[in-house]
C-alpha cells in the first residue's frame, strides 16, 4: 500500500565489472555475459572522454611550468572542447546508469563526481588565465614585447598543506579555523580559494558546493553553504557525548589497545572543551566510570590501588596514570618480542663457557611467552596444549612456526641443537608430536591406560613436579556401552550477536556455532524483523535420519560481536525453524563458579530458548582463540572466541528427561538426478503465506477510511505508523537534487522535452496541484518528494517516466520508514498461468495510467510535495500529488 518509490543506486569499477559466477542467487550467464560486454564498451567510451579531458590539463599545466604564451584563441578553443567533452560524458554515464544492476550504481555517481570535479578544476584554470588575457591586454604599448603578449601567473605557495573535510560534524570545527587561518592572509582571488575549498572537500561532504557558484567565482557564498550546513555546535556535542558513552571496552591487556582507548578519550573530551563544554562535578565522574569500565581487568586493578578510600578520582590523574601504565605495557612487549632473536644468537655461539651463561640468563629470564597460547611459560610447559589431540598440536605447532622437536622458535627440526628425539619412535620430533599407526581393534580399557601413560610420560619430561599431570583428562578412541548409560548432556555453543535490518539499526539475535553445518541459516520470524530484500534459490537441507527440507529464499546478513569489533557479511537461508530449542533442557550452572570478569557470549546459555541463526562449521573454527579456562564442574570449559566466551564440553541434567534431543545440521546442494526429477514432477504450489500483524492491520484501516468521490474513484489514507511525529522535513534535500536534476536537463535536450511533456500531462490531468508554502501553519509535517527520470526503451507509448523517491531522508525517518507495509494484492503467477490455460485464447492489456486513478486523502497531500518548473529562469513552483504516486 505504500505510494513511494525506492531510489536504487550501483556501485563498480571502470576497469573492471565484477559478477559473482557462483552465487545460487545469480541471473543466467547467457544474458549476464551480454550485459557485461555492453557495460563494459560504455565504459572504455566514457573513460576515453575523460581522457581527452585530461590531456587539455596536462597541456595547460606543462604551458604554465614553462611559462610559455597561451593565446586567448587557443584558450576558448579548450573551453569549447572542455564543454562538448563534459555533454559526451554525461550522455554516456546515463546509459551506463541505465545499465547496470541496482546495487552498483553508488560506484558510477562516484565516477561522475570525480570527472565534474576534473572539469571544474579545468574550468577554474582557464578562466583565470582568459582574465589574466584581459588583463594583459589593455597594458600600454611599451608593457608588450616583440608584439606578442606574455601570460604569466604568479600564485603564492600556501604555507601549508590544505586540510580536508570528510563531512562528519565533529571534525568541522578543527577544518574551519585551520582553512580560514590559511586563507585569511592569502593575497589570492576568490576564484582560487573557492578552488582550494572545493578541493579540500572529501568524502560526504565532496560535491555539496553547487555548479553554479563554482562557475560564478563566489567564494563566500560557498563559505556560507558550508557554514549553514555545518555549523550545528548542538549535533557536534551530541556525537562527542555518543563517543563518550560508547568507548570501546578492551579485550586484552595490550598497550595498543589502551593506547587506542586513551586517544578516543581525549579526543571527545577536548573537542568538547573546544566547545566550551568542560568536565565538573557529575560530568567528570561519568567520564571516569565509562572510562574504567573499559579498561582490562589487570589495569583496572592497578588503577583503583592508586584512589584512596573515601576520595573521588580525578579525571587528568586517571588519564597521567593510563599513559604511564601504556609506557610500561609498551616496553614489556618490546622486551618480549626481543627474545626470540637472542635464543636464536645463542644458539648459533660456539660452546664456550661464555655462551652458556648467555643462554643460562634467557633461559631464566622472567619476561618467558609461550607461542602457543601467550602464557607465562615455556611452550613446552603449556597446558592446553597437552590437552590437545595429536593433529590439534601438529596444526598448532605449524602455525606457531615453531620447531617440531624442542618446540622452540627461530629455526627447523633439521637445525635443530637439542639432541633428544622421541622415546617412541626415536624420530626427531617432540613426543607430543608422535602419531600412533593404526591398529586392530584394542578395548576401551587398554587404550585409556596407554593413553593415560603417553600423557603421564610427557608431563614428566616437562615438569616432573608440575601438579597438572594430576589434570590431564584420558581420552578414548573406541566407544562402548557406557555411552548408552551415560546421563551426561553435551553443550551446544551459542552466542548473542547484533544483525542490522534494512533501516541499518541493530536487533539482538541468538545464534548457534554449529560445527555440523555447511551452511548459515537464519530463522523465517527473524528475517521478517529485519525486512531485508530476499533471493531465490533452491537449496536442499539434511538433518538427521536424512530427513530432507527445501529452502526457497534466502538473504545477504550484516552481523556484529557484541564482545570486540568483529564484523562480518554471510549469506543465509531463510527456514522457518533452524534448529529446536537450545538446550533442550534447563542447565543448573551455579555451581561451576564462571568467572565474573569474563564477557560471555550467551549470558543466557544455560536458559532453553529459541535459535534465530545458525553459523556453518566452516565459520565456527575461524571465530576461536587460544584462551581456555576449565570450570569446576571438571567437564565443562569456557573457550575464547571473536564473539565473546563460550561453554563447551558437557554436563549433567538436574533432572533427566524422558526423552533425550539430539541437533544436527547438514546443508548439501541438489545433485543432477534431483535436478531431473523435478524437472519431470508437476511444480509444486507453494502455500499462501499468513499475513502479520502490520498487513492485517493495514488492511483494517483502508476498510475504516476509504470512500469514493461522485466518479467512483478510490480515496484513501496513508498507514502512517506512531513515528510519522518524528518526520523531519527534507526540503533542503530535495531542493539540491532537483536542481541537479535540472541541470542535467539543460545538458540534454531531448531528455528535457520529454520530462516536460509527462509533467505536463500530469499537471494537465489534476493529478498534481500548485500550492504557496507562505500558507503552511508553523510546524506542520510535510515532506518532499525527489524525481527523476526513468527509461523504459521497450515501451511503444511512453519511453520516459518520472517516479518519486520517498526514500530519501535528511535526518533520522523518510516517508517510507514511517508508513506501515500491506500485503500484496495481485494475483501470484500460479493462478494467473492457470487462468490461461482454461481458454483457447489469451488475452492481456494495460490500464493506463491505472495507479493514479486512486486519490489521496487532501489532508495527506502534503507529504506528496515536489518542486518543478519547465524553465530555470521562472520561478521556483510547489507541487504536491493528490493520486498514489508512480512505484519502481
Same mark, same amino acid.
Request: proline share 3%.
Given at each position: 500500500?505504500?505510494?513511494?518509490?525506492?531510489?536504487?543506486?550501483?556501485?563498480?569499477?571502470?576497469?573492471?565489472?565484477?559478477?559473482?559466477?557462483?552465487?545460487?542467487?545469480?541471473?543466467?550467464?547467457?544474458?549476464?555475459?551480454?550485459?557485461?560486454?555492453?557495460?563494459?564498451?560504455?565504459?572504455?567510451?566514457?573513460?576515453?572522454?575523460?581522457?581527452?579531458?585530461?590531456?587539455?590539463?596536462?597541456?595547460?599545466?606543462?604551458?604554465?611550468?614553462?611559462?610559455?604564451?597561451?593565446?586567448?584563441?587557443?584558450?576558448?578553443?579548450?573551453?569549447?572542447?572542455?564543454?562538448?567533452?563534459?555533454?559526451?560524458?554525461?550522455?554516456?554515464?546515463?546509459?551506463?546508469?541505465?545499465?547496470?544492476?541496482?546495487?552498483?550504481?553508488?560506484?558510477?555517481?562516484?565516477?561522475?563526481?570525480?570527472?565534474?570535479?576534473?572539469?571544474?578544476?579545468?574550468?577554474?584554470?582557464?578562466?583565470?588565465?582568459?582574465?589574466?588575457?584581459?588583463?594583459?591586454?589593455?597594458?600600454?604599448?611599451?608593457?608588450?614585447?616583440?608584439?606578442?603578449?606574455?601570460?604569466?601567473?604568479?600564485?603564492?605557495?600556501?604555507?601549508?598543506?590544505?586540510?580536508?573535510?570528510?563531512?562528519?560534524?565533529?571534525?568541522?570545527?578543527?577544518?574551519?579555523?585551520?582553512?580560514?587561518?590559511?586563507?585569511?592572509?592569502?593575497?589570492?582571488?576568490?576564484?582560487?580559494?573557492?578552488?582550494?575549498?572545493?578541493?579540500?572537500?572529501?568524502?560526504?561532504?565532496?560535491?555539496?558546493?553547487?555548479?553554479?557558484?563554482?562557475?560564478?567565482?563566489?567564494?563566500?557564498?560557498?563559505?556560507?553553504?558550508?557554514?549553514?550546513?555545518?555549523?550545528?555546535?548542538?549535533?557536534?556535542?551530541?556525537?562527542?557525548?555518543?563517543?563518550?558513552?560508547?568507548?570501546?571496552?578492551?579485550?586484552?591487556?595490550?598497550?595498543?589497545?589502551?593506547?587506542?582507548?586513551?586517544?578516543?578519550?581525549?579526543?571527545?573530551?577536548?573537542?568538547?572543551?573546544?566547545?566550551?563544554?568542560?568536565?565538573?562535578?557529575?560530568?567528570?565522574?561519568?567520564?571516569?566510570?565509562?572510562?574504567?569500565?573499559?579498561?582490562?581487568?589487570?589495569?583496572?586493578?592497578?588503577?583503583?590501588?592508586?584512589?584512596?578510600?573515601?576520595?573521588?578520582?580525578?579525571?587528568?590523574?586517571?588519564?597521567?596514570?593510563?599513559?604511564?601504565?601504556? @609506557?610500561? $605495557?609498551?616496553?614489556? !612487549?618490546?622486551? /618480549? &618480542?626481543?627474545?626470540?632473536?637472542? =635464543?636464536?644468537?645463542? *644458539?648459533?655461539?660456539?660452546?664456550?663457557?661464555?655462551?652458556?651463561?648467555?643462554?643460562?640468563?634467557?633461559?631464566?629470564?622472567?619476561?618467558?611467552?609461550?607461542?602457543?597460547?601467550?602464557?607465562?611459560?615455556?611452550?613446552?610447559?603449556?597446558?592446553?596444549?597437552?590437552?590437545?589431540?595429536?593433529?590439534?598440536?601438529?596444526?598448532?605447532?605449524?602455525?606457531?612456526?615453531?620447531?617440531?622437536?624442542?618446540?622452540?622458535?627461530?629455526?627447523?627440526?633439521?637445525?635443530?641443537?637439542?639432541?633428544?628425539?622421541?622415546?617412541?619412535?626415536?624420530?626427531?620430533?617432540?613426543?607430543? @608430536?608422535? $602419531?600412533?599407526?593404526? !591398529?586392530?581393534? /584394542? &578395548?576401551?580399557?587398554?587404550?585409556? =591406560?596407554?593413553?593415560? *601413560?603417553?600423557?603421564?610420560?610427557?608431563?614428566?619430561?616437562?615438569?616432573?613436579?608440575?601438579?597438572?599431570?594430576?589434570?590431564?583428562?584420558?581420552?578414548?578412541?573406541?566407544?562402548?556401552?557406557?555411552?548408552?548409560?551415560?546421563?551426561?548432556?553435551?553443550?551446544?555453543?551459542?552466542?548473542?550477536?547484533?544483525?542490522?535490518?534494512?533501516?541499518?539499526?541493530?536487533?539482538?539475535?541468538?545464534?548457534?556455532?554449529?560445527?555440523?553445518?555447511?551452511?548459515?541459516?537464519?530463522?523465517?520470524?527473524?528475517?521478517?524483523?529485519?525486512?531485508?530484500?530476499?533471493?531465490?534459490?533452491?537449496?536442499?537441507?539434511?538433518?538427521?535420519?536424512?530427513?530432507?527440507?527445501?529452502?526457497?529464499?534466502?538473504?545477504?546478513?550484516?552481523?556484529?560481536?557484541?564482545?570486540?569489533?568483529?564484523?562480518?557479511?554471510?549469506?543465509?537461508?531463510?527456514?522457518?525453524?533452524?534448529?529446536?530449542?537450545?538446550?533442550?533442557?534447563?542447565?543448573?550452572?551455579?555451581?561451576?563458579?564462571?568467572?565474573?570478569?569474563?564477557?560471555?557470549?550467551?549470558?543466557?546459555?544455560?536458559?532453553?530458548?529459541?535459535?534465530?541463526?545458525?553459523?556453518?562449521?566452516?565459520?565456527?573454527?575461524?571465530?576461536?582463540?587460544?584462551?581456555?579456562?576449565?570450570?569446576?564442574?571438571?567437564?565443562?570449559?569456557?573457550?575464547?572466541?571473536?564473539?565473546?566466551?563460550?561453554?563447551?564440553?558437557?554436563?549433567?541434567?538436574?533432572?533427566?528427561?524422558?526423552?533425550?534431543?539430539?541437533?544436527?545440521?547438514?546443508?548439501?546442494?541438489?545433485?543432477?538426478?534431483?535436478?531431473?526429477?523435478?524437472?519431470?514432477?508437476?511444480?509444486?504450489?507453494?502455500?499462501?503465506?499468513?499475513?502479520?500483524?502490520?498487513?492485517?492491520?493495514?488492511?483494517?484501516?483502508?476498510?475504516?477510511?476509504?470512500?469514493?468521490?461522485?466518479?467512483?474513484?478510490?480515496?484513501?489514507?496513508?498507514?502512517?505508523?506512531?513515528?510519522?511525529?518524528?518526520?523531519?522535513?527534507?526540503?533542503?534535500?530535495?531542493?539540491?537534487?532537483?536542481?541537479?536534476?535540472?541541470?542535467?536537463?539543460?545538458?540534454?535536450?531531448?531528455?528535457?522535452?520529454?520530462?516536460?511533456?509527462?509533467?505536463?500531462?500530469?499537471?494537465?490531468?489534476?493529478?498534481?496541484?500548485?500550492?504557496?508554502?507562505?500558507?503552511?501553519?508553523?510546524?506542520?509535517?510535510?515532506?518532499?518528494?525527489?524525481?527523476?527520470?526513468?527509461?523504459?526503451?521497450?515501451?511503444?507509448?511512453?519511453?520516459?517516466?518520472?517516479?518519486?523517491?520517498?526514500?530519501?531522508?535528511?535526518?533520522?525517518?523518510?516517508?517510507?520508514?514511517?508508513?506501515?507495509?500491506?500485503?500484496?494484492?495481485?494475483?501470484?503467477?500460479?493462478?494467473?498461468?492457470?487462468?490461461?490455460?482454461?481458454?483457447?485464447?489469451?488475452?492481456?492489456?494495460?490500464?493506463?495510467?491505472?495507479?493514479?486513478?486512486?486519490?489521496?486523502?487532501?489532508?495527506?497531500?502534503?507529504?506528496?510535495?515536489?518542486?518543478?518548473?519547465?524553465?530555470?529562469?521562472?520561478?521556483?513552483?510547489?507541487?504536491?500529488?493528490?493520486?498514489?504516486?508512480?512505484?519502481?
Amino acid at each position: 500500500m505504500r505510494p513511494a518509490v525506492l531510489d536504487h543506486s550501483t556501485t563498480e569499477d571502470d576497469e573492471e565489472i565484477k559478477l559473482d559466477q557462483d552465487s545460487v542467487f545469480s541471473t543466467p550467464k547467457c544474458a549476464k555475459g551480454g550485459k557485461m560486454a555492453e557495460l563494459k564498451l560504455l565504459i572504455s567510451k566514457r573513460a576515453t572522454v575523460k581522457g581527452k579531458l585530461t590531456r587539455i590539463q596536462s597541456a595547460i599545466v606543462a604551458a604554465q611550468e614553462n611559462a610559455t604564451a597561451i593565446s586567448t584563441a587557443q584558450l576558448r578553443v579548450y573551453s569549447k572542447n572542455v564543454e562538448k567533452y563534459y555533454s559526451e560524458f554525461n550522455e554516456v554515464h546515463d546509459i551506463v546508469m541505465q545499465t547496470v544492476h541496482d546495487n552498483q550504481r553508488d560506484a558510477q555517481e562516484v565516477k561522475l563526481i570525480e570527472f565534474e570535479e576534473l572539469y571544474n578544476e579545468v574550468q577554474v584554470v582557464i578562466e583565470t588565465l582568459l582574465d589574466a588575457n584581459r588583463e594583459r591586454s589593455i597594458l600600454p604599448a611599451g608593457g608588450q614585447h616583440n608584439g606578442q603578449q606574455q601570460v604569466v601567473i604568479h600564485q603564492q605557495s600556501l604555507r601549508a598543506p590544505l586540510p580536508t573535510f570528510d563531512g562528519r560534524y565533529e571534525n568541522w570545527p578543527r577544518f574551519k579555523s585551520m582553512f580560514l587561518d590559511l586563507m585569511r592572509n592569502s593575497p589570492d582571488s576568490d576564484a582560487i580559494k573557492l578552488f582550494h575549498l572545493d578541493k579540500s572537500l572529501v568524502g560526504s561532504a565532496a560535491g555539496i558546493i553547487d555548479a553554479k557558484t563554482i562557475q560564478d567565482n563566489n567564494y563566500q557564498q560557498a563559505w556560507q553553504i558550508l557554514e549553514q550546513r555545518y555549523e550545528n555546535k548542538r549535533l557536534i556535542i551530541d556525537v562527542h557525548i555518543q563517543g563518550i558513552m560508547q568507548l570501546k571496552k578492551m579485550a586484552k591487556k595490550s598497550s595498543k589497545e589502551l593506547r587506542s582507548l586513551i586517544d578516543e578519550c581525549s579526543r571527545h573530551v577536548e573537542n568538547l572543551k573546544f566547545h566550551d563544554q568542560l568536565l565538573q562535578g557529575v560530568s567528570e565522574l561519568m567520564v571516569i566510570h565509562i572510562l574504567s569500565a573499559a579498561l582490562d581487568q589487570e589495569t583496572r586493578e592497578l588503577w583503583e590501588a592508586t584512589i584512596e578510600h573515601g576520595v573521588l578520582p580525578n579525571y587528568v590523574d586517571t588519564m597521567d596514570f593510563l599513559r604511564k601504565r601504556c @609506557l610500561i $605495557l609498551k616496553r614489556c !612487549e618490546s622486551a /618480549v &618480542s626481543a627474545l626470540p632473536s637472542l =635464543k636464536q644468537a645463542s *644458539s648459533k655461539v660456539a660452546p664456550s663457557s661464555k655462551a652458556s651463561k648467555i643462554s643460562a640468563v634467557v633461559a631464566t629470564s622472567s619476561e618467558i611467552v609461550c607461542e602457543l597460547c601467550g602464557g607465562g611459560h615455556p611452550n613446552f610447559k603449556c597446558s592446553a596444549f597437552i590437552k590437545m589431540n595429536n593433529e590439534q598440536r601438529v596444526a598448532k605447532v605449524k602455525d606457531a612456526k615453531v620447531c617440531f622437536n624442542c618446540l622452540r622458535k627461530g629455526h627447523m627440526v633439521r637445525a635443530c641443537p637439542s639432541q633428544r628425539t622421541c622415546v617412541k619412535c626415536n624420530q626427531k620430533h617432540h613426543i607430543m @608430536l608422535h $602419531l600412533d599407526q593404526v !591398529e586392530g581393534c /584394542v &578395548s576401551s580399557n587398554e587404550k585409556s =591406560k596407554d593413553k593415560a *601413560s603417553d600423557h603421564r610420560e610427557v608431563a614428566g619430561k616437562a615438569d616432573p613436579e608440575s601438579p597438572e599431570n594430576e589434570k590431564v583428562s584420558v581420552t578414548t578412541s573406541c566407544v562402548g556401552d557406557g555411552f548408552l548409560r551415560s546421563s551426561n548432556q553435551v553443550l551446544l555453543q551459542t552466542a548473542m550477536v547484533d544483525v542490522v535490518d534494512v533501516h541499518g539499526r541493530s536487533h539482538a539475535c541468538r545464534a548457534l556455532l554449529d560445527s555440523g553445518s555447511q551452511a548459515h541459516i537464519l530463522s523465517k520470524a527473524m528475517a521478517q524483523v529485519l525486512g531485508l530484500p530476499t533471493l531465490k534459490c533452491n537449496i536442499t537441507v539434511v538433518g538427521a535420519n536424512s530427513m530432507k527440507t527445501q529452502l526457497k529464499r534466502g538473504l545477504n546478513l550484516n552481523f556484529m560481536s557484541r564482545y570486540s569489533d568483529f564484523q562480518d557479511s554471510i549469506t543465509c537461508l531463510i527456514s522457518d525453524k533452524p534448529t529446536s530449542i537450545v538446550p533442550s533442557v534447563a542447565i543448573d550452572a551455579s555451581s561451576w563458579n564462571i568467572p565474573p570478569e569474563l564477557q560471555l557470549a550467551d549470558p543466557l546459555f544455560y536458559k532453553p530458548s529459541e535459535i534465530d541463526l545458525v553459523l556453518a562449521s566452516s565459520y565456527v573454527w575461524d571465530l576461536l582463540r587460544t584462551k581456555r579456562v576449565l570450570l569446576d564442574n571438571r567437564t565443562a570449559s569456557l573457550r575464547e572466541t571473536d564473539l565473546g566466551w563460550i561453554i563447551t564440553g558437557t554436563y549433567e541434567p538436574y533432572h533427566q528427561a524422558s526423552q533425550t534431543v539430539l541437533i544436527a545440521n547438514v546443508a548439501v546442494q541438489d545433485t543432477l538426478l534431483d535436478r531431473l526429477d523435478r524437472f519431470c514432477s508437476i511444480e509444486e504450489v507453494e502455500e499462501p503465506q499468513s499475513s502479520n500483524t502490520e498487513e492485517q492491520e493495514v488492511e483494517q484501516y483502508f476498510v475504516e477510511t476509504y470512500r469514493r468521490d461522485e466518479f467512483g474513484r478510490f480515496i484513501v489514507k496513508m498507514p502512517f505508523r506512531e513515528t510519522v511525529s518524528e518526520l523531519e522535513s527534507n526540503r533542503n534535500l530535495a531542493l539540491k537534487r532537483f536542481l541537479a536534476l535540472e541541470r542535467k536537463l539543460l545538458r540534454n535536450p531531448e531528455l528535457r522535452n520529454q520530462y516536460i511533456e509527462f509533467m505536463g500531462e500530469y499537471e494537465r490531468l489534476g493529478h498534481c496541484k500548485e500550492i504557496t508554502e507562505e500558507d503552511d501553519t508553523r510546524g506542520m509535517l510535510r515532506y518532499y518528494l525527489p524525481h527523476h527520470a526513468v527509461f523504459k526503451l521497450t515501451s511503444s507509448s511512453t519511453k520516459v517516466r518520472v517516479v518519486f523517491d520517498a526514500s530519501a531522508k535528511e535526518s533520522k525517518y523518510s516517508l517510507n520508514d514511517v508508513m506501515k507495509t500491506g500485503p500484496s494484492v495481485q494475483n501470484d503467477i500460479f493462478t494467473v498461468n492457470l487462468r490461461f490455460r482454461q481458454h483457447v485464447f489469451g488475452f492481456s492489456g494495460d490500464v493506463t495510467k491505472m495507479f493514479r486513478q486512486i486519490l489521496i486523502d487532501h489532508s495527506q497531500t502534503r507529504f506528496l510535495r515536489i518542486f518543478w518548473r519547465e524553465d530555470s529562469a521562472k520561478p521556483l513552483r510547489v507541487l504536491e500529488l493528490v493520486t498514489r504516486p508512480y512505484s519502481a
